[in-house]
C-alpha cells in the first residue's frame, strides 16, 4: 500500500477505522482483513445429540445436513428466526416468543465447536416486542434490533451482547410520540452499527428514518432517509454495510403517479447523507433488496413490471437488479427473471467481496411456484437463470447467502404433496441446494422433518461456505425455532 504523509492530499485516513479513503470514495484496508464474517451465518444441531447447555452438538465439516434441532424452548409460539454468523463460525439467533402475556425478543448462540449458550430475552416484560433482527461483527460481538410498545406507540429498540454473553442496557432508537416499526441493523467489522426502520408519521403514512450506533453504545442523530411530504412506502427500509462503516439504504416511494424504488448512502466518517436517487424505471414497482461489497458498491433488486400484456394490462412481474458505486454512480437496470410468467414479490440479494452478486426468487412455471436463481458479476455479466427447486409442488420463500468467493446456499420451503387434513392443507417443508461461484449446483436436500408445516427460512455461510439454515415449525402444539447445519 502507498506510504501516507501528513501532506499527501491523494488520500485521507478513514478515522479510527484503520482505512484509507482514496479521493473517488474507494476504500483501502491498512491492516486488510476478511469481512466475511458481516455476510456469514452458522448453525449447526442433532436431534440425535441430547442438546443441553454446554452439551456439544457436531461440527459442520461433513458433507451431509444435519438433523433439525429445536432453538427455542417449547410450550408458547416462537416466530420470525435470524441468525448471523461471525468470523470465526460462532452463531446469534433471535426470534419473538410469546411468554404467556407478551411477545418478547430472545437469543442463543452456538459456538464454532458446537456449545448452545442458555437462552437469553432480551426486550423488557410488559409490552410486545416484535420483527427481531440480528447482526455480528468480526469478533462475534452482536447487536438487535426490533419494535416494542412503549404503552402509546412502538418504538424501535437496539441492545448488544458480546461475544462473552455479556449484554449492554436497552436503547431506544426511535423518538416517541410516533410509531416506528420494521427495523432493519447491519454491522461493519468492528461492530459499529447502522439502523433503519420505517416511521409513522400521520399525513405522510411512513418516512425511512436511520441511526448509528458505535460499537462503544455512542448513538448518532435521528436522520430523515426519505424526503418529507412523500410517502415511503411498504415494504420497509433495508441497509447494508460495507467494511469502513459506510451504509447504503433502499426504500420505495409514491411519486404521485408510480411506485420508486429510491436509494441513499450514509458516510460513517462525517454522518452525511448522499442525494436520493431514483432506481429503476417509471413503472410501478415493488418489494426491495440491497447487498454491499468490501467496499461499499452496492446491487439492489426488486420486482418490476415488463411492459408486456402477457400476464395483463401492466405486464408481467419480473426480478430486476440494478448497481451503484460506492462513488454513486448507477448502472442500468437489468432483468432476471424470464417473461412470460409473474414472479413472486419474494426475492432476495447477497453479495460477495469482489461485488458480484447472486439473486434467488421464486416464480410460476405455468403450474407451480419454483424457486430460480441468476448472479451477476460485479463488471454486471448475468448467468443464465437455473431452477433450484423440483416441480411439481409450489416452492416458496427463498433466502440466499453468499461467501467471501461467491459460493452460494439456498433455503426455501416447499410443499410436499401430503394432505392429510383436507381442511388443512399439509406440509410445507424447508429444502437447501448449494451453487458454486462457477455455477454448478448440488443436488436439493430437505432440512425439516415430515408431518408438520415448517416455513420462515433463514440461510448464511461462513467465509468456507459451511452453512446454516433456520425456520419456523409447528411441533403439534406451538411454534418452534429449528435450525440445521451442512452441506
Known sequence: MQCVTATDERLMRHRDKGWLRTKDGRRAPTNPRSRSGARAELLAASLLTLVLVGFLVPPLSHAAWTAPVNVSRANQNASRPQVAVDANGDAVFTWERFDGANWRIQARTRSAVGVLSAVQTLSAAGQNAFSPQVAVD???????????????NSRVQTRA???????SAVQNLSDPGQNAFAPQVAVDADGDAVFAWALDVGANPQLAQARARSAAGTLSAVQNLSDSGSDALSPFPKVAVDDAGDAVFTWERFDGANLRIQTRARDSFTGNLSAVQNL?????????????????????????????????????LRVQAQARSAAGVLSAVQNLSK?????????????????????????VDGLNS?????????????????????????????????DADGDAVFAWARFDGTVPDPDFPCCARIQARTRSAAGTLSGVQTLSAAGQDAFNPQVGVDAAGKAVATWQRFDGTNDRIQASAGP
Open 280 to 316: 429503476g424505471l417509471s413503472a410501478n414497482i415493488d418489494v426491495h433488496q440491497v447487498g454491499v461489497d468490501a467496499d461499499g458498491d452496492a446491487v439492489f433488486t426488486w420486482v418490476g413490471r415488463d411492459g408486456t400484456t402477457n400476464c395483463g394490462g401492466f405486464g408481467c
Open 138 to 152: 468480526d469478533a462475534g460481538d452482536a447487536v438487535f434490533t426490533w419494535s416494542r410498545s412503549d404503552g402509546a
Open 370 to 402: 419454483r424457486v430460480q436463481t441468476r448472479a451477476r458479476s460485479a463488471a454486471g455479466t448475468l448467468s443464465a437463470v437455473q431452477n433450484l427447486s423440483d416441480p411439481g409442488q409450489n416452492a416458496l420463500a427463498p433466502q440466499v447467502a453468499v
Open 339 to 363: 417473461g412470460g410468467q409473474n414472479v413472486r414479490l419474494e426475492h432476495q440479494v447477497a453479495v460477495d467481496d469482489a461485488g458480484d452478486a447472486v439473486f434467488t426468487w421464486s416464480r
Open 161 to 167: 451482547r458480546s461475544v462473552a454473553g455479556v449484554l
